[in-house]
């Protein structure tokens, strides 16, 4: 006769720790790392018309500009549609507000990153700021469907 395996259930300040760990963290770890690592080369002339390279730390706007934090921000907004998806239970207008959001995030992200890709000249400021609000607001609805799973 087969013993089962004692489970213990996770708390839920344990189960918040590890998604914002897993899902935040590591999903951002990339972009960070281009960040310190990318140093784009000017080519310029000093006073005695010797042509030098120069090596400049990119901003935070230039490296968001390719629209990488859009892909991350459409993954966390997808995962909390999928944890919204078949919930049943109290809190069910909450679950579904939550679940709404996430997928009109991952629209926005989808379609703001596909302009970034077919627009030649691109505004900087614009993508950063925008992939930084949609990437906040998928953390919150991730957060939030962390949060609603556990409601019963």
């Not at 999903?27 to 080369?41: L, M, R």
């Not at 944890?83 to 926005?108: P, Q, R, Y």
Request: hydrophobic share 55%; charged share 10%.
């Amino acid at each position: 006769m087969a013993e089962s395996l004692p489970i213990r259930p996770e708390s839920l300040p344990v189960r918040v720790m590890r998604w914002i760990f897993a899902s935040i963290i590591f999903s951002i770890v990339p972009i960070v790392i281009a960040f310190y690592t990318a140093s784009p080369h000017l080519l310029s002339i000093n006073s005695k018309n010797i042509a030098e390279i120069t090596s400049v730390k990119p901003s935070l706007y230039e490296v968001l500009s390719t629209g990488s934090l859009y892909l991350v921000a459409a993954s966390l907004a997808g995962g909390a549609v999928v944890a919204m998806i078949g919930t049943t239970g109290s809190w069910l207008w909450a679950k579904i507000i939550v679940g709404g959001t996430a997928a009109t995030i991952v629209f926005f992200c989808a379609s703001f990153y596909s302009n970034v890709l077919s627009t030649a000249i691109i505004n900087q400021g614009s993508v950063g700021l925008r992939s930084i609000v949609l990437f906040a607001t998928a953390g919150g609805t991730g957060l939030g469907a962390v949060l609603l799973t556990e409601a019963k």
